[in-house]
Every structure is written in C-alpha cells, then in structure tokens.
C-alpha cells in the first residue's frame, strides 16, 4: 500500500495539469475496474443473477405467474421418475457421441483434403464453411424438407438408384428419427471442424512430414505417428466446445421433430422448453435444464484436464 | 500432391472432396430450387413419373413476392437487423475494455475474473433460458428488441474478449511504454495505441458476433411473443407454418433470403471471420 501510494504522489507532482480522473486511472488497479465494469454488470445481470434464480425455481413449485413455495428436492426426484425425461437424458447422450464421432471423423478427412495445394482452393474453403454460417434454423428447414416422405428429393435419388424400393419416413419412423437429426447436425458440425483442424494443421511444420517420408514411413504412418499428435490440443478445444453446444443443442430438433415421434428425438433443451414454456411449469422445466449443469461441469473438467495433460507432453 | 498414378488422385482426393462439397451445398441448391418452383411441381410426389427434382422448367416469383408482401418478412429482417448489430457493437465495446483489463492490466483478482468469463464462454443458452425469461419479464422487457439485446451480450463478450486478448498479448509493451513516456496517460495510450493495432481483431469479433447474434433462436423464441416483434429465424418458423400446413414455396424463400445478409457479409470477410472462428477455439 504504502510504496504504491508514494507512486501515485510522485505520478502527481509530474502531471499536475491533469483532472482527479485522469489520474485515478493511472492506477492500474482502478483502470481495471473502470474497464472491467461493464462486462461484469451484464454477465452479472444476465447469467449469474439467472443461474441464481434458476436453482431457486428448481426447488420451488413455481408456475407461470405464480411464485410457488420451497419444495426442497421434489422436482428432481419427480425427473428420476419420469419415464419422458430418462429418455431424454438417454437420447442426448446418443445424439452428443455419435454426432461427435461423426464430425471429428469427417471433420479431420475435409481439413485434411483442404490441406493440399490445388486450383480453387480459398473458393473452396470459404464455400465448404457455409452450413455453419447459415442460420441453423433456416437450413435445418431446407432438410426438413428433404426429409419429408412424400417429397423427399433422398428417397427419390435412393429409388433411381435402386437402394430403396418404398418410401423413408425418415423423421416420421420413431427408429430412424433420432438418426435423421444426427445427419443434421454432422452435417452442420463438419465446416467447424474442418476449417479449425485445417489452422491447426498449418501450423505443423511441413519439413516434419519430408522427415518422415525420407526415413520411409507410409503416408497412414505418416499421419498417425506426426500429424495426429501434433494436431491432438487443436482438436481436444475443438471437440470440447463441440460436444458442449451438442449437449445443449435445441433448434435442429425443435424445428425437424419437436421431440417427436413419440419422444424418440427428445433432448434435455427440447422437453425443458415443452415443459417450462409449452406447459408453464416454470420450477420443472428450470429443472429439467439445470440436471444438464453436472454433466457439462463433468464433461468441461474431464476434457480441461485432459487438454492440459497434452499441452503438458 | 498425391504421388503416383493419376486414379490415385482421383480417389484418394478429388472424388471424397467432391462428394463433400456435393453434401455440404446441396441444401442450399436445394432451398433456391424450391423457392422458385411453382406449387403445381412442388406437391408432386417423388414416385410421380414426372416428378424432376433438380430443375424447374416453369421457374416463378410468387414464392419471394408472396414472402414480401403478404408476410411481415421484411419487418422481421429490419427486427434481426438492429438487434444483431446493437447486440455486437455493445459486446464489441465491452469486449475491447475487459480483454484489454485482463491481458495487460495487473490486479487482485484478476486471474479468477479471467476464469469466470472463460466459464460463461461456455455456458449454453438452453441452460438458461427459463429462469432468464423470468427476469425478462420483471424487468418489463418481453417482448421488445431489448430483451435479445441485453441477453446476446452473455455469449457475445466472453467470445469477444476472448478473442481480442489473444490480440493484444500479440502486441509488444514497449509501443505502449514509450507512448507514456512520450507524456500520453494509460488511457491514451490504449486507446490511440493499442485499440488501432488491434482492428483487424476487432473486425473478426464483430463479424463473427454479428453471425452468432443473427443465428440465435432460442432466446429470441421464448423472449419474443408478438408477430411484429419477431427475428427472421422465429418468424419463418412460427408464421410460415399455419397448423400443420407447411408453405414450403415461402419458407424455402424466407431461409434462402434470410441467409442473404449473413452470406453477404460472410463473402467479403470470409478471411476476417475463419480468423475468428479459428481465434475462438485456441486455448
């Protein structure tokens, strides 16, 4: 305290034309504050006031209009009950891995062709990154139309090219609904990952794989053995914020199904909205939104961790 | 290149890459082909013999002026317009100060402060979405613009600042040093020093903000009740949709004009926003 305050007379003595504002953010300390303050009065207002008020919600019998008393517990042990809501939490955990796998997978292949010199490339990337730049809703749309089973421009193409021969409900048929959306979705996923892995794949140091090649490794060895650990932290932030937005995804299911058929595409965001804003059950749908906050803390620490372990090595 | 023989190249790299490009755009090929066909062709079954699904020989406006002129359309485009831009220039705004507070600045608390926006970075708007309805509603903002406004910024600045401090940790101390002892105050010196060596940062954050802010729904579709209020995303799909009739033609044409400003944009700064995109994930 002592020695900053000798500082700031001194700062004082040297600039003594300048206002008491000016000078209060001389101090770094009150600089800061100033700077920070608007930040932290919107994440303050808009995300810590409401996670407050929504664990409050959770444990209140809250309706729409009406305040609700304190039930303790009852709306989560009510979900462990709710036959609805155990498939929900099932059906997000199929949707969020196979998604995932599916993207990286895909995801790694396109960055990987993008990676090689050839005519037309920026044209190229800057097309291929489309699907996620277009609003989600609005394409999503375009594929619910290709899915519909009367008009399906897919089921025609499968027909001509004998694969089929009746009609695919493909969001109709509770079986293939969930499949359908995942298509969706990887379809959505795949330009972000492949223009993000492609960043990091230009940051590998080509005389690397020239190395490699010389000492007669094959190409799949190649990339197992120097690309691949090379590109693992990229990839670990990647799939990170990835599998989070998956976890939590909404709007493609909200506009392809709804939920349906019979709750075969229901995720933890769709039956929170069909019950806290559908039905009005403010406390259980805040609920039902909330049983995702220990899953993503579990899946951001496993993977935080994760990702230090490899920038460690 | 791929070495050897000419198939190789062929299948290993120009066939995968075409059936891509084939999978990722054919949406959007698709979307333009249906808003300009007419309603006779489009309720044509595809086991119909004559059904042809990739042209149309009969191409037809009405979808787009229907869309225009019968629908509140242009009134939801005006809506996504104004809220995506205040939503970015607010973030923006805050965005700049915070990441240049935590990137250059020491002081207590400083680190935690770090940690707590890259946390809300995180947090998914489906988490919240219901509880923060209700402080919408006390604060007696449903159902107007500010309700989007004032919540887009939760995941607009910690992208934001995220992204700028990655910009000005790039940016050397001794340009502000000696600005200082040139006689210019911390204040001065960041905002006539620092700020323009950052503006190509602050151009990928606001173009990428500005696609997140255009692209959200859920918000928009809980906070937003009346027709006249809506964004082109709840508009499309809660107008055009009447009971369980869908205007394919219309909303074909509403996704693909709905996608025009975002496309535009996109398309002159595509460089800016991969740089954004590709910022945003580096840890």
């Known amino acids: 305290m002592a020695v900053s305050d000798v500082i700031s007379q001194r700062a004082y003595v040297a600039a003594p034309q300048r206002s008491a504002a000016t000078r209060l953010l001389e101090d770094e300390r009150w600089l800061a504050a100033v700077l920070l303050l608007p930040t932290v009065i919107l994440l303050g207002l808009f995300i810590a006031y409401p996670f407050v008020e929504g664990v409050w919600l959770s444990v209140t019998d809250a309706t729409v209009g009406v305040p609700g008393h304190f039930v303790g517990l009852a709306n989560f042990t009510a979900l462990l009950h709710d036959s609805i809501f155990l498939v929900a939490v099932q059906n997000t955990f199929v949707y969020t891995v196979v998604a995932t796998v599916f993207k990286l997978a895909l995801g790694l292949w396109l960055a990987l062709l993008l990676n090689r010199h050839f005519r037309g490339k920026a044209f190229t990337r800057a097309f291929v990154l489309l699907p996620f730049i277009i609003p989600t809703v609005l394409s999503t749309f375009a594929w619910k139309w290709m899915f519909d089973p009367t008009f399906s421009v897919i089921n025609w193409t499968l027909f001509q090219l004998g694969l089929i021969h009746s009609r695919i409900n493909w969001l109709g048929d509770p079986s293939l609904a969930l499949i359908s959306v995942i298509i969706v979705n990887v379809w959505r996923g795949v330009p972000f990952y492949a223009i993000s892995l492609l960043a990091g794949l230009q940051t590998i140091n080509p005389e690397l794989q020239e190395a490699a090649a010389i000492d007669g490794a094959r190409p799949w060895q190649r990339f197992w053995h120097v690309t691949w650990p090379l590109l693992l932290p990229v990839t670990m932030v990647v799939v990170l914020f990835s599998v989070i937005q998956t976890f939590a995804d909404f709007q493609l299911v909200y506009v392809l199904t709804g939920g349906g058929p019979a709750n075969a595409t229901q995720l933890f965001a769709t039956y929170a909205y069909q019950i806290g804003v559908g039905t009005g059950l403010l406390s259980q749908g805040a609920a039902v939104s909330l049983a995702m906050f220990p899953f993503l803390l579990i899946i951001v620490v496993v993977q935080l961790l994760y990702i230090r372990r490899v920038e460690v090595h | ?283």
């Open chain 2, 1 to 283: 290149m791929i070495e050897g023989a000419k198939w190789r190249r062929w299948v290993y790299f120009y066939i995968p890459l075409g059936v891509f490009i084939l999978w990722l755009l054919f949406p959007f090929y698709w979307m333009l082909v249906t808003s300009v066909r007419p309603d006779r062709e489009l309720y044509r079954p595809w086991m119909a013999p004559n059904y042809a699904p990739f042209w149309t020989s009969h191409p037809t406006l009405v979808h787009i002026t229907d869309l225009l002129t019968q629908t509140l359309f242009i009134r939801w485009m005006a809506n996504t317009l104004f809220i995506a831009i205040v939503s970015t220039l607010i973030s923006l705004f805050c965005g700049l100060l915070a990441g240049y507070a935590l990137s250059r600045l020491k002081f207590p608390g400083g680190g935690a402060l770090g940690t707590g926006i890259f946390i809300t970075y995180l947090v998914p708007q489906t988490l919240l979405f219901i509880p923060l309805a209700n402080i919408i509603r006390n604060f007696k903002l449903g159902d107007t613009p500010w309700a989007l406004i004032l919540t887009y910024p939760t995941f607009l600045i910690p992208f934001c600042t995220w992204l700028l401090m990655g910009y000005f940790k790039a940016i050397p101390r001794e340009l502000e040093e000696c600005a200082r002892i040139d006689g210019a105050t911390r204040w001065k010196a960041m905002l006539y020093i620092i700020f323009p060596i950052a503006v190509p940062g602050i151009l990928s954050a606001g173009i990428f903000a500005f696609t997140l802010s255009w692209n959200e729904f859920i918000y928009a579709l809980v906070f937003l009740s009346s027709a006249e209020q809506k964004t082109v995303s709840v508009g499309v799909t809660s107008e055009l949709v009447r009971g369980d009739v869908f205007y394919w033609g219309q909303l074909m044409a509403g996704a693909l004009l709905g996608s025009v400003p975002v496309a535009f944009i996109y398309s002159f700064f595509v460089e800016y926003y991969v740089a954004g995109l590709t910022g945003s994930v580096k840890g």
